[in-house]
């Protein structure tokens, strides 16, 4: 595993804003900004189905998709997303843990 704390270019701060930009017809894509200086720092371009909204749980991973115009058999949409969270849980828990061993949890 290899994981990372964002950190700006410019001033060094690990402080980032997260900017969700959507535009019709287009991919979803996050713009990171620094909140000390207020420059670019990334720009992450979310993978279709690849939006899920961990404290909106179910609903926000429908809206994903039909943002993207899948629609599928509600219990494969169910399957799918009960394997999502769960991976999503697993990598948070494994990310952080890597971060604390490796002393950059700050």
Request: hydrophobic share 30%; with cysteine.
């Amino acid at each position: 595993m290899e994981a990372h704390r964002q950190t700006c270019q410019v001033c060094g701060s690990r402080k980032m804003r997260n900017i969700l930009l959507r535009e019709p017809k287009l991919p979803d894509k996050v713009i990171v900004e620094c909140t000390e200086c207020k420059e670019l720092v990334a720009r992450y371009v979310i993978a279709k189905g690849g939006y899920y909204h961990h404290a909106k749980g179910y609903e926000s991973y429908l809206r994903g998709l039909t943002r993207d115009g899948d629609f599928m058999n509600a219990k494969i949409m169910e399957n799918e997303y009960l394997e999502i969270k769960d991976q999503c849980e697993k990598e948070y828990g494994n990310v952080t843990e890597y971060l604390k061993k490796a002393g950059k949890d700050d």
